[in-house]
């Protein structure tokens, strides 16, 4: 039988975080046993933000080890840069070209960005769901694994192939849908400062390749709140988001003990949080050994990506034919 196909990325713009290796890409190491994942590096969406020829290498080469430290298998996953897959960018042009000024204004993550850089509004932000519909559809994707913060651009890039199809009368995309394990609700990891969730430009977050030492002083300056003073109450949301990170690294007894402690006002956020660290670095530390390991090996690395290449636009070109087809580009001579 075929396998369903996925699509995911992630853009180069530092270090991998516990939101993000939570939100997706234990994701993507669970499903490359079942389905035909193709994971990428999203070097072109990175360049929004205009980093340097330095930075953008160096970026991609974390993200691809990172991918290769957390588990990502290149034998049963597709793994590859967006780069270099120029099928990709043809396909954003022609996809641009049926979507509309209003409705990519109206997203909120452009909202968000114009607000945060007033002074960068480019047209790549514009249209930064574009090309995620361009990475997802080219593949012809029906499950797409991201965190909660991704829910509006893949409802985007479902009516982007919704549209195509409908405009040509052809069902030449599928719909791609998010992905969690078990039909759960997508995740929204924390952030250690009391609101909102954990973010590269945020300044919030625990990175995979963080130190110990490093950890422990960011889960012990955690913001808090002054204790509770009544039996069973109800958590602030600085002290919720412990919670939900405890959760996610730690046993359910642990989180069991610690929530009685509170409900009994006898919770010492101290003793919280010298558990919290200790679970996140037992995770952490084997995956940042691998990274430290897979950095020094160029030769690795570039095998990898250049398999991936090859396995991504054997894919992207079978669909971008079609499409040009559907579109009715003829050849003339
Ligand atoms: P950041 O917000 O740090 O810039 P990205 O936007 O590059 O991270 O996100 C890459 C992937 O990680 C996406 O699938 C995104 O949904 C997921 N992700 C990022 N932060 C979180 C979070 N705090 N909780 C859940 N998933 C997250
Ligand atoms: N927008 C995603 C992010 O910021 C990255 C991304 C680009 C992506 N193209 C994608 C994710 C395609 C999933 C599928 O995290």
């Known amino acids: 039988m075929n396998k369903q196909i996925v699509v995911s990325g992630i853009r180069p713009t530092g270090f991998l975080h516990l939101g993000n290796y939570f939100g997706a890409v234990r994701n993507f190491v669970r499903m490359q046993e079942d389905f035909n994942c193709y994971f990428f590096i999203a070097d ?24 290769l430290a957390c588990g ?31 409705e990519l204004e109206r997203t909120t993550s452009f909202k968000d960005k114009a607000r945060q850089n007033p002074d960068n509004v480019n047209a ?4 930064y769901p574009v090309l995620m519909a361009a990475d ?44 969690t394990f078990d039909g759960g609700d997508m995740i929204k990891v924390p952030g250690l400062d009391g609101s909102g ?57 642990s989180v069991a003990h610690f929530d ?15 558990h919290l660290a200790e679970e996140i670095i037992a995770y952490t530390s084997p995956i940042r050994d691998r990274i430290i390991e897979i950095l020094e090996d160029d030769l690795y690395l570039a095998k990898v990506a250049k398999l991936g290449a090859e396995k991504a636009r054997e894919s992207a070109s079978k669909t971008l034919q079609e499409v040009k087809e559907v579109i009715g580009f003829r050849k003339l001579f």
């Open 44 to 67: 072109i969406h990175s360049l929004t933000t205009h980093p340097t020829p330095r930075d953008l290498q160096s970026g991609v080469k974390q993200v691809l080890a990172e991918y």
């Open 72 to 102: 990502i298998d290149p034998e049963k996953a597709t793994i590859f840069i967006q780069s270099d897959v120029p099928e990709v960018s043809e396909l954003y042009t022609l996809l641009n070209m049926n979507a509309y000024l209003g």
């Open 124 to 127: 790549g932000l514009l249209t």
């Open 136 to 179: 997802i559809i080219i593949h012809k994707a029906k499950y797409v694994p991201v965190g909660k913060d991704q829910e509006q651009n893949l409802e985007m890039a479902r009516k982007f192939a919704k549209r195509f199809n409908h405009m040509y009368g052809k069902k030449v995309f599928p719909k791609p849908k998010p992905f």
């Open 197 to 253: 969730k954990m973010g590269k430009s945020e300044g919030n977050a625990i990175n995979l390749f963080e130190d110990p030492k490093s950890i422990r002083q960011k889960v012990m300056r955690a913001v808090t709140d002054s204790g509770p003073t009544e039996m069973n109450q109800k958590k602030s949301e600085a002290v919720e988001n412990l919670f939900t990170l405890l959760k996610i690294v730690s046993t359910p007894d």
């Open 260 to 274: 009685a402690l509170y409900n009994k006002c006898e919770i010492r956020y101290g003793d919280l949080k010298k």
